[in-house]
């Protein structure tokens, strides 16, 4: 197994992530049984699982393209994005600023890059949020939240991510360059008709037709010879999950995007193709 990243308080992750599975990756590493797989990620969020892992090749794609900028820069300029990300002031005023700035920003540039960051380490339990128009709406989160990544946090990670290619793309461009030697980790937006349970959303949400869509896709790169691991709430089954994908549940405690206003635990499984290496809850 590759070796995890240098501990830090901050998690493996430079990023803050509604959703991020940082405290479940002793039960997501017993998928990746195979380090010589490359390693693809169709929903990267924070990659929190990828930068724990630190494998030798791969692929994180991601429809957020402030998302994928960000870690261009973190990749190719730790220290200059560290450097102007500390200078930044941590109080309402100053976020808010930054926040109708960046909202006025195309996703590239090394600005771009450190108005994520800052605002992903300041706004309310690391959510990404935009309203109906597209502009990212979450309010201040508080000094609670957390200090800034320390720069030895963004050199490692600058570290990782000089290995893999990154994509501003859809998942199923991604699963679809996902050859017969490769290990796909999808943690997709979760959804419900009941309850608002959004990971990520805003104008273009994660669906049902997109959840279809996303199983039919890791079956046939099954098919092509690739490793899958799929994580979704058990709450919420999946149509289309084949009977011989072994199931594992592990306990998450989530803030619910911010709209129940309290941390719930929630029991998720991890479907793959092949065997998980951990005992099941």
């Not at 959510?127 to 609670?144: A, I, Q």
């Not at 890791?218 to 289309?240: C, D, F, H, Q």
């Not at 072994?246 to 129940?260: A, I, P, Y």
Request: net charge positive; with cysteine; charged share 25%.
């Amino acid at each position: 197994m590759p070796s995890a990243t240098r501990s830090s308080n901050h998690g493996p992750s430079f990023l803050r992530w509604a959703g991020s599975k940082r405290k479940s990756l002793g039960v997501l590493s017993s998928a990746f049984s195979d380090p010589s797989r490359q390693y693809v990620e169709p929903f990267a969020g924070s990659a929190a699982l990828f930068f724990s892992l630190q494998p030798d090749s791969g692929l994180l794609g991601d429809l957020n393209g402030h998302l994928v900028n960000a870690m261009r820069h973190v990749r190719d300029r730790p220290r200059e994005l560290h450097k102007q990300l500390v200078a930044l002031k941590r109080s309402p005023k100053v976020y808010y600023e930054v926040r109708d700035t960046f909202n006025t920003m195309r996703p590239n540039g090394l600005e771009a890059a450190v108005f994520f960051v800052y605002l992903n380490r300041n706004c309310f339990n690391g959510l990404w949020r935009t309203n109906s128009k597209g502009l990212f709406n979450v309010p201040f989160g508080g000094h609670e939240m957390g200090g800034n990544p320390p720069l030895s946090l963004l050199q490692d990670c600058s570290v990782a991510l000089k290995r893999v290619r990154l994509r501003h793309q859809d998942f199923r461009k991604t699963i679809a360059e996902a050859g017969r030697h490769s290990f796909i980790y999808a943690d997709p937006p979760y959804f419900s008709s009941i309850d608002r349970t959004f990971i990520e959303y805003g104008k273009k949400s994660f669906g049902p037709q997109d959840l279809d869509d996303l199983i039919f896709a890791l079956r046939e790169a099954v098919r092509r010879g690739a490793t899958v691991a799929l994580t979704y709430n058990e709450s919420m089954p999946i149509k289309g999950i084949p009977k011989s994908w072994h199931r594992t549940r592990f306990e998450v405690t989530r803030n619910v995007g911010g709209f129940s206003g309290s941390r719930k635990k929630q029991v998720e499984v991890l479907y793959s193709n092949s065997p998980i290496l951990v005992e099941a809850t």
